[in-house]
């Protein structure tokens, strides 16, 4: 059969159902008649098919057709239902407003005076539902946390306490801040109560592995933890991690310790053995609970700090290998360093009722924030140090280094060795070479003031420094004058020992203080003067910096004068002296002159 006669049957055919046709033709085509007439009657079929699915193609077209402009139809008609009744609202709009235009033109102003308050009523009732939606919201997020650890399900209760914090991200910038303060707070329970969850295995963990016993007091095999602990100390710190809050999320009740909600979340359960022991010697125990020993905690901290560091820092290299500017280490130490700095506080009231105790505590304060920067915890250092400059801390320690700096500089004077020089020589006369004493121990004071308060976060409260350390120079100065003037009687003290030792001593000074002028911290807090700082640093800087340049020219103009007072003083001295012998001699020759004169007439 040709072709032909296939599209005689089928009528247009597709190119597919054409060769289909053709191979079945080619396949089954034989010399019998048999053969022929199955192979008709099998085209037969398939064209009959095929007219049967052309059939129900159109049918479906046709009813999707009717389907599609029965739809747009109806959109028309809805149109226009909707047209014709904004055009009656409109309508109806007219006629109210004419309606009430004689009302509103014989309104009095008390009358729109209430009108204004009721409308305000409204608003006020429509903010107060939309709180209460939100504080409905919290509450039923706070029952599906409940829920998910009541059950069990930790990934849930994760899952609902970042709607939580994301709740806490939209309302960052709200002006309600009651509601936003009330977010925090659950925010805060809610995050403590799925971290004791999630780390409820942890202790046993802890103790299978040995810990918190020190490491060097070990077994050396057991200080090896196993993959199995390991491993699941590495699930468990990855699932805190991801429930550290942000850092704007501050709790306002009090007792939350806010670092261990943000960065040092996961350190909290290796700490807490650590902590126990800690309030229980230096909280409780009487023994080594010592306002007088505050050294005792402070050195406890820096031994954990050093027998737990690298331990800690081996132990979380798995959790932390995703958090490049975090160090475990760095963060086992601040957490540390957070217990001693709550105890400082908490001892506080107690040290202010005796100034030799608050003297000495923050000495040893100072002291362990310096073994820190000594150990490569500059980070935590700097974190640790801001407790300095907290108004309970930093005001008394202020007025505790005015106070000791001008009683030594008193003393300083007052010594009986204050005009001798540290450097003598054997004869016991001094050198107008070297400083004397009391000029010597005031710089090494003021270099100790400085040292102190180079620890210091912030530029503020170092400007209050630098202007006391001015305070003092000036004051010194003023005080070698006043001990001059009060020995002027004696000029033989001033003019060997006081005119030469004060010179000295002023320019000791200001040499000295250009020298601190120019190191890198008070470069940098006089710069503030031109940087994009606060205005008040700005201002604090540019008057520092008068002040010191004023202060230099001073000492420098008093050792000028001291100088030159004892250089003339010198030469007159000298002068008078040659005229005395000048006369004494000539006094001498007088009278050997009458002597021989008078021989000669006997």
């Not at 290796?270 to 010592?290: C, G, V």
Request: charged share 25%.
């Amino acid at each position: 059969m040709s072709s032909r006669s296939i599209d005689h049957f089928g009528g247009a055919l597709s190119d597919a159902v054409r060769l289909n046709v053709c191979r079945n033709i080619s396949s089954n085509l034989s010399s019998d008649n048999n053969g022929t007439e199955d192979l008709l009657k099998r085209i037969e079929n398939l064209l009959e098919e095929n007219a049967f699915v052309e059939a129900e193609r159109r049918v479906q077209a046709d009813e999707a057709v009717r389907a599609f402009v029965k739809g747009r139809s109806r959109l028309v008609q809805e149109g226009e239902e909707t047209l014709k009744e904004l055009e009656e609202s409109v309508a109806q709009v007219g006629d109210c407003l004419r309606t009430a235009k004689p009302f509103l033109t014989g309104l009095h102003e008390e009358d729109l005076t209430d009108a204004e308050a009721t409308l305000k009523e409204v608003r006020t009732a429509e903010t107060q539902l939309e709180y209460l939606k939100w504080l409905e919201l919290f509450h039923d997020q706070s029952d599906r946390i409940r829920s998910s650890l009541a059950c069990d399900s930790t990934s849930d209760a994760m899952a609902f306490l970042q709607t939580l914090m994301d709740w806490c991200e939209h309302f960052r910038s709200s002006s309600c801040i009651r509601l936003r303060d009330y977010l925090h707070d659950i925010t805060v329970y809610w995050t403590t109560l799925v971290c004791d969850h999630v780390a409820r295995e942890l202790p046993a963990i802890l103790a299978r592995i040995g810990f918190p016993r020190p490491p060097s007091v070990r077994n050396p095999e057991t200080n090896i933890v196993d993959s199995r602990s390991r491993n699941e100390i590495a699930d468990i710190v990855t699932l805190l991690l991801r429930l550290r809050l942000p850092d704007y999320i501050k709790p306002l009740s009090p007792g939350v310790d806010t670092p261990f909600l943000h960065e040092l979340l996961p350190l909290k359960y290796f700490i807490a053995p650590l902590e126990k022991r800690f309030r229980f010697h230096f909280f409780m125990s009487d023994k080594t609970n010592r306002l007088d020993k505050p050294e005792w905690y402070f050195t406890q901290i820096l031994s954990w700090i050093r027998d737990y560091g690298d331990f800690i820092d081996d132990l979380f290299q798995l959790s932390f290998r995703g958090e490049a500017l975090r160090s475990s280490k760095s963060d086992f130490a601040l957490g540390l360093a957070v217990l001693g700095r709550s105890k400082f506080l908490s001892s506080l009231s107690q040290l202010l009722e005796d100034g030799s105790l608050f003297a000495h505590a923050m000495d040893e304060l100072l002291t362990f924030a310096k073994t820190l920067r000594a150990l490569g915890y500059e980070s935590v250092q700097r974190t640790f140090c801001t407790i300095l400059v907290q108004p309970e801390v930093f005001h008394p320690w202020f007025a505790a280094e005015t106070s000791l700096a001008e009683s030594r500089a008193d003393a300083f004077l007052a010594s009986p060795t204050a005009w001798n020089c540290q450097y003598q020589e054997e004869d016991g006369s001094p050198e107008d070479a070297k400083a004397p004493e009391c000029a010597q121990q005031f710089i090494t004071m003021l270099k100790g003031i400085t040292d102190r308060y180079s620890l210091l976060p912030s530029s503020l409260p170092q400007f209050d420094f630098l202007s006391l350390q001015l305070d003092l120079v000036e004051d010194f100065n003023e005080r070698l004058k006043s001990h001059y003037e009060a020995n002027q009687e004696d000029t033989e003290q001033c003019a060997r020992i006081i005119l030469p030792t004060q010179a000295t001593a002023t320019k000791f000074v200001g040499e000295v203080l250009a020298d601190m002028a120019s190191t890198p911290l008070i470069v940098e807090l006089l710069s503030l003067s031109d940087s994009r700082s606060s205005p008040e640093c700005g201002r604090k800087a540019k008057s520092l910096a008068v002040r010191l340049t004023s202060i230099l020219d001073e000492c420098n103009r008093l050792a000028r004068e001291s100088y030159l007072t004892h250089l003339r003083n010198d030469t007159l001295d000298s002068i008078h002296g040659l005229v005395r012998e000048f006369a004494r001699q000539g006094y001498m020759r007088l009278l050997a002159r009458d002597v021989c004169g008078r021989a000669c007439l006997r």
